[in-house]
């Protein structure tokens, strides 16, 4: 199958195109429009260097060091020392999906037109991404203000230094490029901040998050849905009237899709309901998954803010000739938003947690203890309360923010800083957590309208989530081990809902 082609112009790319590059591998193009607007940075750059302006980062030292001039001699080896300055992450290296976002996000950046780099150096960039050569890059060490290790690692392993993984194997980075056909990147002035001074870590792999998220708000509907048939809700709690009355953020939207998810289901009946009044867990999804859209369309703005625009410092104006020193960098919006996302996600974990341990309640939902279909002679589901509230606990952790009074770096100087790659990286470890205690959702709900014998009367969505669990799951007439079970569901869920 031939690779979609994404050509990043006047549009700037979308979230959607970063996760396509990253995990389908797209190939990306530069417009007529990107290339205008790299030529016009970098013609601004040239000719205030020549005229020998003082530019941060580009005739003098960087950070707290920005009192200390270069001498003309040393411009062009200083930007071959600063990926190697910055090259001081630590811990795991990234996933190759994470490098390529981040690799796509910092080209994305570059085209905006505010970073000065030179053309070549851009099509470097360009030319190893489509042709799969992935730097090496720890996925710890930046604090926001810049994702400044990563792109230093990223830099340093395509001049040549360092690793690089290609066609699946990591070897020296040298190697890499030289079998598939490239040169190393050649820096000239500014080149090498001009790769480093960029927010690509955090944007990029928000992007990979977002596809995520939207992928398992699908898949947490179809399960509220099924547990709607296997608990016999009431459906009044989604009444479009009933959520006119006070249309709060997203919950309009997500009593909709639940109306139409329960399309032909027997719960539309005025007897099907067993209450008048169901827990709160039930009652309130239209709430809580409407805050949790909420958050994910606030979260998608921020990120496709920084993926279109140019975050460099000092920032390249040549329709004014002005280069500015600025704190574009900052993400502390894009922070806050994601801070918020991570916990509606958490809300909605405690709202699925809640509704599972409801419905194996004979007490609450009237079904065998533990949906067991051999009552107390067998466990049932009842060892999988454990992980439910383990996973549940971990991801209310998880939600506790982190970007709050980090330490000043740089003598001082760089006082201010977002933690963002961080924050998107626990806000990852929610939704691979949350994913799974969704997987277990589905898995009792499927067993419960087993038990209920309402299996012919549901609505279409819930029948097709019942077919999709039990082509991977058999019925659980017996004990058994259950990983593999919840494993093959949550897989199943990282995709988009057939």
């Known amino acids: ?50 005229l020998g302006k003082p530019l941060y980062g580009v005739t003098t030292g960087l950070g ?77 060490g930046s604090i926001g203000a810049a994702d400044l290790a990563p792109l230093g690692h990223m ?46 870590l955090s944007t990029g792999t928000a992007c990979l998050a977002l596809e995520d998220v939207a992928c398992l708000i699908d898949w947490s509907l179809a399960a509220v849905a099924l547990n709607y048939e ?51 867990s039930f009652r309130c999804v239209p709430q809580v998954w409407g805050g949790l859209l909420h958050a994910f369309e606030q979260a998608r703005q921020a990120t496709e803010i920084e993926l279109g625009h140019s975050g460099d410092n000092p920032v390249i104006l040549p329709a004014t000739e002005r280069v500015l020193s600025n704190g574009n960098f900052d993400l502390t919006a894009f922070t806050l938003a994601w801070e918020q996302l991570g916990q509606a996600l958490a809300h909605c974990a405690v709202a699925t947690a809640n509704r599972s341990m409801k419905l194996m309640s004979p007490t609450v939902a009237e079904l065998p203890r533990f949906l067991s279909a051999r009552g107390g002679s067998r466990q049932g589901y009842a060892e999988l309360q454990k992980p439910v509230a383990a996973l549940e606990a971990e991801i209310r952790h998880l ?70 669990v039990r082509a991977l799951v058999a019925p659980l007439d017996d004990d058994r081990e259950m990983s593999a079970d919840m494993a093959r569901v949550a897989r199943m869920m990282a995709g988009p809902r057939f």
């Open 230 to 280: 296997a608990f016999r809700s009431s459906l009044k709690a989604i009444d479009e009237d009933a959520l006119a009355a006070r249309p709060a953020f997203g919950q309009c939207e997500i009593g909709a899709r639940l109306r139409s998810e329960l399309a032909g289901s027997g719960l539309w009946h005025d007897t099907a309901a067993r209450r008048l009044q169901d827990p709160l």
């Open 155 to 200: 830099a340093r392993a395509l001049r040549g230094d360092g690793e690089a993984e290609f066609q699946s194997r990591v070897m020296p980075a040298a190697e890499a490029l030289k079998l598939a056909g490239l040169e190393p990147l050649d820096l000239r002035e500014k080149d090498g901040h001009a790769i480093i001074v960029a927010n690509s």
């Open 1 to 50: 199958m031939t690779a979609r082609v994404i050509v990043l112009d006047a549009r700037p790319l979308s979230a959607a195109d970063v996760a396509e590059i990253a995990r389908r591998n797209a190939r990306l193009v530069l417009g007529e429009e990107a290339v205008r607007r790299i030529r016009a940075s970098r013609a601004l750059i040239e000719r205030l260097t020549q």
């Open 399 to 468: 939600a506790n923010p982190m970007s709050l009074s980090p330490l000043a770096v740089s003598d001082g100087i760089e006082d201010q800083s977002s933690m963002a790659p961080r924050v998107v990286a626990k806000t990852a470890g929610i939704i691979e957590r949350l994913r799974y205690l969704v997987a277990m959702e589905l898995i009792f709900a499927a067993t419960g309208v087993e038990l209920r014998g309402v299996v012919d009367s549901m609505g279409e969505g819930p029948q097709r989530s019942y077919a999709a």
């Open 64 to 140: 707290a060091c920005v009192d200390t001039p270069l001498a003309e001699a040393d411009l062009v080896a200083f930007q071959h020392s600063v990926p190697l300055s910055h090259s001081m992450g630590a811990g795991p290296a990234l996933p190759t999906e994470a490098v390529r976002a981040l690799m796509t996000a910092r080209i994305s950046g570059m085209a905006a037109g505010g970073t000065g780099a030179s053309e070549r150096v851009i099509m470097g960039l360009l030319a190893a991404l489509n042709a799969g050569v992935h730097p090496v890059i720890p996925s710890w």
